[in-house]
Antibody
Framework: QVQLQESGPGLVKPSQTLSLTCTVSSGSISRDTDYWNWIRQPAGKGLEWIGRVSTSGSTNYNPSLKSRVTISVDRSKNQFSLTLRSVTAADTAVYYC??????????????????WGNGTTVIVSS | EIVLTQSPGTLSLSPGERATLSCRASQSVGTNFLAWYQHKPGQAPRLLIYGASSRATGIPDRFSGSGSGTDYTLTISRLEPEDFAVYYCQRYGSTPPTWTFGQGTKVEIK
């Protein structure tokens, strides 16, 4: 069973850059039917999709964050990463890395997020 | 942009009761693009339902999903103590690929 583990600094200063890495274990990051996502949850709020990267490196981002976000994949290390620039206190949240599956069944494509990391808390504060 | 609105915000029920959670989309959503997740404090969210009605691997059959178009429902037939949590619906948008969550429904012990 594929497992995901987030890593990175738990404290980032305002205006600086947040960088997190997700390590994929017990499975390959290189399957064409998988996409690799970042999702966050500020304290007391709901889940917010940040963006995703495919095995080939193509990306899609939440329009509200697009100008500040980069997600990349490193197949040689079985990792993918999140970079969020110019952070503010509003970026304080639990950040999850997540596997998204693309399933073709009876001529229809299904998409869902079936494997989640445990999450890592990032606090933006001076 | 499609918005998902979940209701009620909080559902207060006793173990053994039936829970019915609603997810309404501002525009029609393909059933193959609608999923439900369970989220407990301090844990990662867990996929329950994909394709609006297909249970994920290992999910008990007391969880069921239904709906089409703009109206979707997650039903828990008989609440077990471990089912008290927050539930999110989620929609995949294909052009361009984006994901949207509802704001969540908290199922709490009455």
């Amino acid at each position: 069973q594929v497992q995901l583990q987030e890593s990175g600094p738990g404290l980032v200063k305002p205006s600086q850059t947040l960088s997190l890495t997700c390590t994929v274990s017990s499975g390959s990051i290189s399957r064409d039917t998988d996409y690799w996502n970042w999702i966050r949850q500020p304290a007391g709020k709901g889940l917010e999709w940040i963006g995703r990267v495919s095995t080939s490196g193509s990306t899609n981002y939440n329009p509200s964050l697009k100008s500040r976000v980069t997600i990349s994949v490193d197949r040689s290390k079985n990792q993918f990463s999140l970079t969020l620039r110019s952070v503010t206190a509003a970026d304080t949240a639990v950040y999850y890395c997540v596997r998204e599956k693309e399933l073709l069944r009876e001529f229809f494509y299904f998409y869902y997020m079936d494997v989640w990391g445990n999450g890592t808390t990032v606090i933006v504060s001076s | 942009e499609i918005v998902l609105t979940q209701s009620p915000g909080t559902l207060s029920l006793s173990p053994g009761e039936r829970a019915t959670l609603s997810c309404r989309a501002s525009q029609s959503v393909g059933t193959n693009f609608l999923a439900w997740y369970q989220h407990k404090p301090g844990q990662a969210p867990r996929l329950l339902i994909y394709g609006a009605s297909s249970r994920a691997t290992g999910i008990p059959d007391r969880f069921s999903g239904s709906g089409s178009g703009t109206d979707y429902t997650l039903t828990i037939s008989r609440l077990e103590p471990e089912d008290f949590a927050v539930y999110y619906c989620q929609r995949y948008g294909s052009t361009p690929p984006t994901w949207t969550f509802g704001q969540g429904t908290k199922v709490e012990i009455k």
